[in-house]
């Protein structure tokens, strides 16, 4: 390999954008719920959630959902009612709802879904 | 931790100030293409020109930053705004509303300098200070976009500067006092206003909702740290060169974020600002090579910030009323952009870009009719959008109504 090569493969690796933080699939009961939270869709992009990149993770315990969330930026006005809609989603399938909303990495359109962006 | 359902405004103060700005453009474009106007014969006994300079300045810019304001002040800070924001909005929407309106009215009656004008202009200095008193207190207690922030206090201070020199002009022209020499007074007046105040908040949102909307980053924050202070640093100083620096460079580097949104298809907002970011760079070369002219004025506001203005409210406006009308819906509910559909905010983008360059080529020199021409299709641009956003309004409340999402707004 020459220089060359090694440099640009070391310079590509440090612009490339930090992994996504974000689930776009899960297995077993925490994947079914997963897909739940695919009905709740952004209203300006008009992606569901969890291609937006939004939902970080799901785990389920006893017949509590832990969902964590973020939004696409701090102080959205959209906010409130998706965290809301996102309750509502898992309350509809019979679970009790815990939402943590983080920003830390804060979302970027690097976390949307391959698949979603090549759609847009 | 969970989102503070205080992040949404209440419309109430969020729309009379959006929906005169939508009413003062077509009524501005009006003016401009009545006979006379254009090429400075009286309008009525006094300058029509003047009437439809405000009714754009006042009535549309400053109206639709102070109504947009409201909602995007907690976006800017990433927090809910602070306590008591909703009442302070709707004090100062009344101040501003009422003193903008008594303003252009003094301006246009057939009497000097009445009374109603300059008991206009109190109330909306009064309205407008107060209102950077809360816009103030909100950015001090902000945490993040450092860069977003130093435009909208920059923006602030310039306001608050133009505003005492717009108050000292007028009570000059009445006699009261006496001021700076008429010209150089009304220069900085405007620059300060429509550069600073108006220029300073664009920019800011601008460069906030744009690439958000887009899905690209945000402007990369060195040039635009250096964009805001060479801005802001050649207004103070009345260096047309150094401001000329800092509009190039914002313009470019916003550009350049637009140019990387994920979002590959390029809507009329989109299209609409970046052509708005074209002509200020093309007015920070006239600023370079001629300095400061009347007739950057009308490069200003008919090439720049108008379409500017409208390629942002056409990606905002329609979001906020999706918001509204669908507030803790579980349902596959259309989106902003169903809700315009796609036709008309292109039509109106259009014409909106036709009307700003005509009526900008009659002020540098050309035939009277080409900017009586470019008013009449102003007049149509922004009725159309006046039309688009009722119809999405429209649209989306049947659809709320109906519980189900009309023929062809599913969302996609």
């Known amino acids: 390999m020459t220089l060359v090569h090694k440099l640009s493969e070391r310079l590509s690796a440090l612009l490339a954008p930090p992994p996504s933080p974000a689930i776009y699939a899960l297995a077993g009961a925490e994947g079914a719920l997963l897909d739940k939270l695919r009905d709740v869709i952004d209203p300006e992009v008009g992606l569901d959630i969890v291609s937006m990149g939004l939902i970080r993770a799901v785990t389920l315990s006893e017949d509590v959902v832990i969902v964590q969330m973020t939004f696409t930026t701090e102080g959205c006005p959209a906010a409130f009612d998706l965290y809301e809609d996102v309750k509502e989603a898992i309350v509809s399938v019979g679970f009790t709802p815990q939402v943590e909303v983080v920003f830390d990495p804060p979302w970027s359109p690097e976390h949307i879904a391959p698949e979603a962006r090549a759609g847009l | 931790m969970r989102p503070d359902p205080h992040t949404l405004i209440p419309p109430r103060v969020v729309i009379p100030p959006v929906a005169v700005a939508l009413i003062a453009e077509p009524l501005a474009w009006g003016i401009l293409a009545w006979p006379g106007v254009l090429d400075g014969a009286a309008w009525y006994g006094r300058s029509g020109l003047l009437v439809a300079v405000h009714l754009i300045t006042v ?241 200003a506001l008919g090439l720049w910030a108008l379409p500017f203005l409208r390629g942002v409210a056409l990606k905002i406006l329609p979001f906020l009323l999706e918001v509204h009308l669908f507030v803790g819906q579980l349902q596959r509910a259309p989106t902003a952009k169903t809700l315009t559909g796609e036709r008309l905010p292109r039509v109106s983008m259009a014409l909106s870009i036709l009307a700003g360059l005509g009526v900008s080529l009659t002020l540098l020199g050309a035939p009277v009719a080409v900017g009586r021409i470019g008013a009449v299709l102003g007049l149509l641009g922004a009725a159309l959008h006046i039309v688009l956003l009722t119809r999405a309004a429209a649209r989306g409340w049947l659809a709320v109504v109906k519980r189900r999402a009309l023929p062809g707004l599913e969302a996609t």
């Open chain 2, 59 to 299: 009535g549309t810019l400053m109206m639709a930053i102070v109504g947009l304001g409201w909602q995007l002040v907690p976006v800017v800070t990433a927090q809910a705004p602070p306590p008591g924001w909703a009442r302070l909005a709707a004090v100062c929407d009344a101040l501003i509303l009422s003193g903008g309106a008594g303003l252009i009215l003094g301006l246009g009656w057939p009497q000097p300098l009445g009374l109603l004008g300059a008991l206009g202009g109190a109330g909306l200095i009064f309205g407008l200070v107060l209102r950077a008193a809360g816009v103030l207190w909100a950015l001090a207690r902000a945490k993040g976009r450092r860069v977003t922030r130093l435009w909208l206090l920059f923006a602030e201070l310039s306001g608050l500067a133009g505003l005492t020199l717009g108050a000292l002009l007028y009570g000059g022209r009445a006699g009261l006092w006496f001021v700076l020499p008429p010209m150089a007074g009304i220069a900085h007046h405007a620059a300060l206003l429509l550069l600073g105040w108006v220029g300073g908040w664009m920019l800011g949102l601008g460069g906030l909702l744009l690439p958000m909307f887009s899905l690209s980053a945000e402007p990369r924050p060195w040039p635009w740290a250096l964009a805001v202070t060479a801005w802001f640093v050649g207004l103070a100083l009345g260096v047309p060169a150094v401001w000329a620096v800092g509009a190039a460079l914002a313009a470019l580097t916003l550009l350049f974020s637009l140019s990387r949104r994920a979002r590959r298809g390029v809507d009329p907002g989109v299209w609409g600002a970046a052509l708005g970011l074209f002509a200020l760079i093309g007015l920070a070369g006239v600023s370079l090579l001629w300095g400061p002219r009347p007739e950057a004025v009308a490069l």
